[in-house]
């Protein structure tokens, strides 16, 4: 007896088939893996790694899938490169870093290129784990001696991004700014370990400018310059757990260098603690005209451990030599900004000082909570030009 075949109803075998495609489109297989030794890198720290690198990149640009550029334990040496991701396919790169990228240890190689590692118009950019080494002390002891130096490149630059995260990362030794945020969105810079000598010049440790929806966490940064500051253009910016020392503190600013300026606001920087360093919490701007302002700051549980200048807005900036502002009026706007419980010990009698433009004086400054003592006796405040409130404990007595 012959069998019969028995065929499905249409409807049912579309479905079958929509079902059977739509799993088959969203099981995606292992991330593509770039290894940098595979383009021909080596690990030795002599051998110039930088189309390696290069190569690595475009591979991973290339690929349609989100896809990872794996750095294997050892040192590389790199000399200036851009990822640029304006061509890249992927929507996300990450680069997992198990070894250490060293620049060329003679500081005339790069020192009057801006930035050694720059990322440039990325999307979904992941940096993870890894050292880099920029081996700036050659170029240190050329400025610590007054000579004609260059002024040195910083070290990492991710420029025009949106939606990066950098995890892990540790920054030695810059010969200038360690990391710089420029032109960007949604960036996420996590337990980063940032190191420099206190005596090293000019080695911010993050610098972040243009830039929207920044957050700093979980962090230690040492420098001989600013463990953090915040140029024009800065807003909702997140800062947290962040332990800084030696350096110059957490800074807004300088701020005010031209007349058309963007401003500066939602801000928020809490749970640091401050160890040796010469400024705490800070608002710099020049003593010249500007369009600029500071708006929307909270300075919030912050611990002062011999810190020369714990709470500092400092309006009459001029850099030495320059006589470009002498006599003149900062145009920065300062209002509404907050420390609130903020304790420990103050380098100096005077540990809140508050001098501010006699042009636009601050207004809406709040102390909530503030204890500094100095030398296990009680420290000062000086305002000059401030304006606003104060609530709870605060020693120093305010001056506002």
């Not at 989100?66 to 929507?91: H, M």
């Not at 209002?335 to 903020?342: A, F, K, L, N, R």
């Not at 500094?372 to 404990?393: E, F, I, M, R």
Request: proline share 5%; hydrophobic share 35%; aromatic share 6%.
């Amino acid at each position: 007896m012959a069998t019969k075949i028995r065929f499905l109803p249409t409807p049912i075998i579309v479905l079958i088939l929509t079902i059977f495609l739509n799993s088959s489109l969203t099981q995606s297989g292992p991330t593509p893996t770039y290894n940098v030794l595979g383009f021909g890198a080596k690990s030795d720290g002599r051998s110039d790694c930088t189309k390696s690198f290069l190569s690595a990149w475009a591979a991973a640009c290339a690929s349609v899938q989100p896809s990872t550029i794996y750095v294997p334990p050892g040192r590389y040496l790199i000399g200036a490169v851009e990822f640029s991701g304006i061509a890249c396919k992927s929507s996300g790169i990450t680069l997992r870093i198990d070894g250490t990228l060293v620049a060329p240890s003679d500081y005339n190689v790069l020192g009057r290129i801006n930035t050694w590692i720059k990322f440039e118009r990325t999307n979904g950019l992941s940096i993870l784990g890894g050292t880099i080494d920029g081996q700036g002390a050659g170029l240190w002891a050329c400025k610590n001696t007054h000579k004609h130096c260059p002024r040195g490149t910083q070290s990492l630059g991710v420029y025009n991004s949106n939606n990066v995260l950098v995890n892990g990362l540790t920054s030695l030794n810059s010969q200038f700014f360690h990391i710089i945020i420029d032109g960007c969105n949604n960036i996420r810079l996590i337990g980063m370990t940032i190191s420099a000598p206190a005596e090293s010049p000019n080695t911010d440790g993050i610098h972040v400018q243009s830039s929207s929806g920044v957050t700093i966490m979980n962090s230690h940064i040492a420098t001989g310059d600013d463990c953090i500051s915040l140029g024009p253009g800065c807003s909702n910016v997140w800062a947290e757990s962040i332990n800084c020392g030696p350096g110059h503190g957490i800074s807004i600013g300088s701020l005010g260098s031209s007349v058309q300026e963007p401003g500066v606001q939602n801000v928020t920087v809490r749970t640091v603690t401050f160890t040796g360093t010469l400024n705490g919490l800070r608002i710099k701007t020049w003593a010249k005209p500007s369009n600029g302002f500071v708006r929307g700051v909270l300075f919030q549980h912050a611990t002062m451990v011999n810190v020369q200048n714990p709470i500092i807005i400092d309006q009459n900036y001029c850099a030495k030599g320059t006589g470009r502002c002498s006599g003149q009026a900062s145009g920065v706007r300062i209002s509404d900004v907050t420390y609130q419980d903020i304790h420990g010990t103050s380098a100096t009698q005077v540990a809140v000082d508050f001098d501010c433009s006699k042009k636009y004086p601050c207004s809406g400054i709040t102390l909530q909570d503030v204890h500094l003592s100095y030398q296990d006796q009680p420290a000062t405040a000086s305002c000059v030009n401030a304006g606003g409130t104060s609530a709870g404990l605060i020693d120093p007595r305010s001056c506002l």
